[in-house]
Each structure stands twice: as structure tokens, then as C-alpha cells.
T-cell receptor
Framework: DAGVTQSPTHLIKTRGQQVTLRCSPI?????VSWYQQVLGQGPQFIFQ???????GRGNFPDRFSARQFPNYSSELNVNALLLGDSALYLC???????????FGPGTRLTVL | QKEVEQNSGPLSVPEGAIASLNCTYS??????FFWYRQYSGKSPELIMF????GDKEDGRFTAQLNKASQYVSLLIRDSQPSDSATYLC???????FGTGTRLLVSP
């Protein structure tokens, strides 16, 4: 069975631009969560979605937004990029919000 | 005080030894606990989860949870060089991670 997939793998943007990251969950999983991981740190929770509804939001500015589609895939949008947004963005899926989460390979975003 | 604390390491053990990784958490109401392994340049991989006090074993891995002491640990028996990675402790369903402990297993 296919695991969590994310696209693109790598992305280079300049300050002020906008970016959209995409995630497809494991088949049968209805919940998707997004995390940001900067070098040397553990991942930080950004959003959690379940059945297209936002179920949680971490301590990130309003420049970050997300949504989940009827097929349970998800997008993370970041507006007005800052240098500090450079990180590995991880998507994780789970059957429900109460189950274990499995991570995709991540999207490495570099902001110049 | 950080919500989830881990010693950053590195923790160095010889091949075949037991590696003991520790994690403390601050939220006394926490109910779920996870250990992820992350190789350099890769994403985290779930290796163990535990919800109840006590021990949970899966192959060479044992997770131990003590809610009274707000402490969770991971034991890796018969450590192999391929176990060399960063081990991340995470707490609760909206995963709150520690900074990870780097494990080095020498042949």
C-alpha cells in the first residue's frame, strides 16, 4: 500500500512569495496534520484536519492556512514568505484524530 | 520549561548493547505517547506508541511509561549500527515533539 505522499519534494522561493504544498494521505485515512521542522528541532504542529474540518491549529501566524478536500488530500498555503519559513514541511495522516500518525517524505522549502 | 524534554545526545553505545532513551513531559493530562525514528535527511518513522502505564514490547523495542513521574522511555535491545538515528519523543494526538536524541551505535 502507498504511504503518505507529498509534493513537491523541494521548493525554492523568494521572500514575499506564496507557496502551496500538497499531501495525499494513506488510503482509508481521514485525518491529515501538518508540521514544520527546522534543522536541529523536532517537528512543530501547524494544523490538523479531519473530514474536511479544522480540528486544531498550532502557534503559527495567519500567513499559514490549509484545507482538506473531499478525497482527504490536503494543501498547506503560506503567504508572504519570510526567510524563517525555510524548513522541512511534513504531512502526517491517521485514520482518525485519535490514531497514530504516519509521516510523508516532506517538502523542503528554501526561502531566499 | 519545555513541554517535552529529551537529552540531545549523542548517546553512544556499542553494537549489541541496550540503548536507553528518555523523555519527560510537562502536561500531566497527556494520554498518548509516541516514539519516532528519524534518519538524517528523512522524515520521522513511527516505531512505538504507548497509552497505558507500564511496558510495551515490539521486537527489539520496549516503550516504558510512568505517568506519575511524567516519564516515557524507549529501550533498544541488541543495538545495530542501522539504529543510528535521531529518536523523537512525541506526546498527545496533536503531536508535541521533543528535540530528539541522537543515537550512535558503533560496530
Amino acid at each position: 500500500d502507498a504511504g503518505v505522499t507529498q509534493s513537491p519534494t523541494h521548493l525554492i522561493k523568494t521572500r514575499g512569495q506564496q507557496v502551496t504544498l500538497r499531501c495525499s494521505p494513506i488510503s482509508g485515512h481521514k485525518s491529515v496534520s501538518w508540521y514544520q521542522q527546522v534543522l536541529g528541532q523536532g517537528p512543530q504542529f501547524i494544523f490538523q484536519y479531519y473530514e474536511k474540518e479544522e480540528r486544531g491549529r498550532g502557534n503559527f501566524p495567519d500567513r499559514f492556512s490549509a484545507r482538506q478536500f473531499p478525497n482527504y488530500s490536503s494543501e498547506l498555503n503560506v503567504n508572504a514568505l519570510l526567510l524563517g519559513d525555510s524548513a522541512l514541511y511534513l504531512c502526517a495522516s491517521s485514520e482518525t484524530v485519535y490514531n497514530e500518525q504516519f509521516f510523508g517524505p516532506g517538502t523542503r522549502l528554501t526561502v531566499l | 520549561q519545555k513541554e517535552v524534554e529529551q537529552n540531545s545526545g549523542p548517546l553512544s553505545v556499542p553494537e549489541g548493547a541496550i540503548a536507553s532513551l528518555n523523555c519527560t513531559y510537562s502536561d500531566r493530562g497527556s494520554q498518548s505517547f509516541f516514539w519516532y525514528r528519524q534518519y538524517s535527511g528523512k522524515s520521522p518513522e513511527l516505531i512505538m506508541f504507548i497509552y497505558s502505564n507500564g511496558d510495551k514490547e515490539d521486537g527489539r523495542f520496549t516503550a516504558q511509561l510512568n505517568k506519575a513521574s511524567q516519564y516515557v522511555s524507549l529501550l533498544i535491545r541488541d543495538s545495530q549500527p542501522s539504529d543510528s538515528a535521531t529518536y523523537l519523543c512525541a506526546v498527545n494526538q496533536k503531536l508535541v515533539f521533543g528535540t530528539g536524541t541522537r543515537l550512535l551505535v558503533s560496530p
